[in-house]
Nanobody, 117 residues
Framework: QVRLVESGGGLVLPGGSLKLSCAAS????????TGWYRQAPGKQRELAAT???????TYADSVKGRFTISRDNGKNTVDLQMNSLRPEDTAVYYC???????????WGQGAQVTVSS
């Protein structure tokens, strides 16, 4: 069983920054794709950013240019640096990891990010 644990969430002012980190219970290099999804109140969970084992990244249009995803195989972590945060970025952020495209994803428990003045 794989365990993903998120950290780094909290309350931040609009325009501020936060860094989320996801620690995996096994080697990150064993996952083909890792990423961050988010779910705002009353809305469906949506993709924020993903990164492949080869380092290819994808971002939701709403976060492009503001968020940066990275993975550290040595530390078994996947990070999401979030800059220029907006109130609409408020959500629970979930770490996600998938061994391959046919396997079910693993999920973390979520980290609350609140952007408010």
């Amino acid at each position: 069983q794989v365990r993903l644990v998120e950290s780094g969430g909290g309350l931040v002012l609009p325009g501020g920054s936060l860094k989320l980190s996801c620690a995996a219970s096994r080697s990150i290099s064993s996952f083909n794709t890792t990423g961050w999804y988010r779910q705002a109140p009353g809305k469906q969970r949506e993709l924020a950013a993903t990164i492949s084992s080869s380092g290819d990244t994808t971002y939701a249009d709403s976060v492009k240019g503001r968020f940066t995803i990275s993975r550290d195989n040595g530390k078994n972590t996947v990070d999401l640096q979030m800059n220029s945060l907006r109130p609409e970025d408020t959500a629970v952020y979930y770490c996600n990891a998938r061994t391959n495209r046919y396997s079910p994803p693993y999920w973390g428990q979520g980290a609350q990010v609140t952007v408010s003045s």
